[in-house]
């Protein structure tokens, strides 16, 4: 996805937005879903993706590709249209994008930060660019192990730390870590 799909994907959200006034009363939750999806149990969370407005999976999926100059212009141009939107596409936006400017040592170092379920999340939760930055980056017999120890996690573990914490601990990684 790039820039194009991802403006389209804020229109279609904004006018989901703009509609919403009118069914507030039963689609209330849209607002804050982005923000507790993840820290809901599993068969919840199921349940919870199945009202999941897919403009919002588009928008997410779009901004992690976006690089950081092209990301500001299409912030600053929701920005000027709605303050809502601006806030759900900050809201949104985190450092996976920007894994890709990470050195060969940078990156071992950040896998090295991940557990196992951290890692098991990256896999399970991410986008294919996400998976390919942080996977492209092991061996295959270490990528191998780390299948059979994912199936290996217990259910309580996988509550435990949540997709939206890791990706919390690698924007805090991305944050401190100088670039080249």
């Excluded at 939760?125 to 061996?139: C, L, P, Q, R, T």
Aim: glycine share 4%; aromatic share 10%.
């Amino acid at each position: 996805m790039g820039i194009k799909e991802a403006k389209a994907a804020a229109e279609r959200l904004l006018k989901r937005h703009e509609d919403s006034f009118y069914t507030y009363a039963t689609e209330g939750f849209v607002q804050t879903l982005a923000n507790c999806l993840f820290d809901l149990p599993k068969e919840r969370c199921e349940q919870a993706l199945g009202t999941y407005p897919e403009d919002y999976i588009a928008l997410e999926d779009g901004l992690q590709d976006l690089n950081p100059e092209e990301y500001s212009e299409f912030y600053e141009e929701f920005e000027a249209k709605n303050k809502w939107l601006a806030e759900k596409i900050k809201a949104l936006r985190n450092k996976l994008a920007e894994l890709g400017s990470l050195d060969y040592s940078q990156m071992q170092k950040l896998i090295q930060s991940l557990s196992l379920v951290d890692l098991y999340n990256i896999h399970t939760y991410s986008s294919e660019s996400v998976k390919n930055a942080i996977f492209g980056n092991m061996s295959n017999s270490k990528k191998n192990m780390l299948l059979k120890d994912f199936t290996s996690i217990s259910e309580r573990l996988k509550k435990d730390c949540s997709y939206k914490e890791t990706v919390q601990k690698i924007d805090k990684f991305m944050k401190n870590t100088p670039r080249l």
